[in-house]
């Protein structure tokens, strides 16, 4: 993009209007707590990533397969959201938002590691054991004195 281009997009937001006061800025406003939209898909998608993906998580208790990694995140995330906000509530002050930012964040990752726990158990609760299996049968197939 030319130099050229540029200034029509940038005049407007470079131009002070006349008689303007130079001390009369905008009021800029700051606040971390409740995340926007934007953030918390961000949250969403990094859950899918790991659930779906090739994390320490899926190694150790079993990866979540795609279908289900989307609506178990979208869980996760709302559910960590609402015990945050029920929590925190409405932040008055930026330390408050940090606060419960850093509450939201925990209940992210204490519900992600319950999720996977409990599936990864009902996993092997479903699955037959065949270690078991063949010494039931090893004692059956032993003559009997």
């Not at 029509?8 to 905008?26: E, I, K, N, W």
């Not at 990533?49 to 996760?76: F, N, Q, S």
């Not at 992210?108 to 010494?135: C, W, Y």
Request: with cysteine; proline share 8%.
């Amino acid at each position: 993009m030319a130099t050229d281009e540029l200034a029509p997009v940038l005049a407007p937001a470079a131009a002070a209007p006349a008689g303007a006061d130079a001390d009369q800025s905008p009021a800029f406003s700051f606040s971390i707590w409740p995340p926007t939209q934007r953030t918390r898909d961000a949250v969403v998608r990094r859950l899918v990533e790991t659930l779906a993906g090739d994390a320490i998580l899926c190694k150790r208790y079993g990866a979540v397969p795609a279908a289900d990694a989307e609506p178990a995140a979208r869980t996760i995330e709302a559910d960590a959201f609402d015990a945050a906000a029920a929590a925190g509530g409405a932040a008055a002050s930026v330390e408050e938002g940090i606060e419960a930012l850093q509450f939201y964040s925990k209940e992210v990752s204490r519900r992600l590691l319950g999720f996977v726990k409990s599936r990864s158990a009902a996993a092997a609760k479903d699955e037959p054991h065949a270690p078991k299996e063949e010494e039931e049968q090893g004692e059956a197939a032993e003559p009997t004195a």
